[in-house]
């Protein structure tokens, strides 16, 4: 069975500070995804990695792939209160035209103090 | 252009009533995916659509739940009997062609409370 795990499960962290969020999973796969969720609202694709090595940059957050470790990483740089949310990494599993879904970590719920 | 919608946003209902959620994709999305989202925790996938292809059931809790697609369109998850531990945000999500280059995209969730 494939599993997806994120820690921290809950990060507080002052504005100007840098942390990062690790996402482990249990199967190769070479798709990789982070969303946001704000309370209450739905999810918003933030990244999506397809390859071994891939890194990519928006803003304070930066989302990088191993895919020989099967781990992923969120760094955040200089965080703002506005980056408060809950962050969830997927996996994309793909079984040749019979299932293409994704399994999702149990998130990383982000507050940030000023 | 729009995105992913579902209706209703809410639903109360009591424990053994049954319910139904719809799911509107993103016009000309094959693919359409079914989660659900218990409190605090991530996502759960329950059922995925595309095109005309028998559909992948895995997810799916139980055999109260069950979910139908119009051809490529409107999709709707059914709930039967249902059990407080339904309580959930049912999120539906839609993709262009269901393949391994696609993102999802999600709609705003229904919240289910079973009373």
């Known amino acids: 069975e494939l599993k997806v795990e994120q820690n921290p499960l809950f990060l507080s962290m002052q504005e100007g500070k840098n942390y990062t969020i690790y996402c482990n999973y249990s199967?190769?796969?070479?798709?990789l995804y982070w969303y946001r969720q704000d309370p209450g609202k739905s999810l918003e694709s933030l990244f999506v990695?397809?390859?071994?090595?891939a890194v990519k940059q928006e803003g304070r957050l930066m989302a990088s792939l191993d895919t020989k470790a099967r781990l992923s990483t969120l760094h955040i740089t200089a965080a703002v209160h506005d980056l408060s949310a809950t962050y969830f990494c997927?996996?994309?599993?793909?079984?040749?035209?019979?299932?293409?879904?994704?399994?999702f970590g149990t998130g990383t719920l982000l507050a940030v103090q000023p | 252009g729009a995105g992913v919608s579902q209706s209703p946003s809410n639903k109360v209902t009591e424990k053994g009533k049954d319910v139904e959620l719809r799911c509107d994709p993103i016009s000309g999305h094959t693919a359409l995916y079914w989660y659900r989202q218990r409190l605090g925790q991530g996502l759960e996938f329950l059922i995925y659509f595309q095109g005309n292809s028998a559909p992948d059931k895995s997810g799916l809790p139980s055999d109260r739940f069950s979910a139908e697609r119009t051809g490529e369109s409107v999709s709707t998850l059914t709930i039967q009997r249902t059990q407080q531990e339904d309580s959930a945000v049912y999120l539906c999500?839609?993709?262009?062609?269901?393949?391994?280059?696609?993102?999802?995209?999600f709609g705003p969730g229904t919240r289910l409370t079973v009373l």
């Open positions: 199967t190769t796969s070479d798709r």
């Open positions: 999500a839609s993709s262009p062609h269901g393949s391994l280059t696609d993102t999802q995209y």
């Open positions: 997927a996996v994309q599993v793909w079984y040749g035209g019979a299932t293409n879904k994704l399994i």
């Open positions: 990695l397809l390859s071994n090595g």
